[in-house]
Nanobody, 123 residues
Framework: VQLQAFGGGLVQAGGLLRLSCAAS????????MGWFRQAPGKEREFVAA????????YYTDSVKGRFTISRDNAKNTVYLQMNSLKPEDTAVYYC?????????????????WGQGTLVTGSS
């Protein structure tokens, strides 16, 4: 599977944005999907992950209550709805796929990565 993320942009603090990650191939539903982000000068970090059919979802603490991950297996797409954006959410956001049953929150478990999309939260 190949991944392409899009939907980033410049948003004022408190605003909202929805990222999408489109996957090619016919095995999308076999993958756990995750979103990660990398802020300038920082390491890439976990944001959210969703199981193959969406019954299990995990978030990093800093985005709980503000971000929502979802997927549409019929459209081979995973989404990240970001509400109440903060300047500290500024980062390049990456989607990633993990051919697994368990939902992992660590980078090393994800084998396939999209190219990233930049989100800038202005103050």
């Amino acid at each position: 599977v190949q991944l392409q993320a899009f939907g980033g942009g410049l948003v004022q603090a408190g605003g909202l944005l929805r990222l999408s990650c489109a996957a090619s191939g016919r095995t999308f539903s076999s993958y756990v999907m995750g979103w990660f982000r990398q802020a300038p000068g920082k390491e890439r970090e976990f944001v959210a992950a969703i199981s193959r059919i969406g019954e299990r979802i995990y978030y990093t603490d800093s985005v709980k209550g503000r971000f929502t991950i979802s997927r549409d297996n019929a459209k081979n797409t995973v989404y990240l709805q970001m509400n109440s954006l903060k300047p500290e959410d500024t980062a390049v956001y990456y989607c990633a796929a993990d051919l697994a049953v368990v939902v992992h929150t660590t980078l090393n478990n994800y084998d396939i990565w999209g190219q990233g999309t930049l989100v800038t939260g202005s103050s």
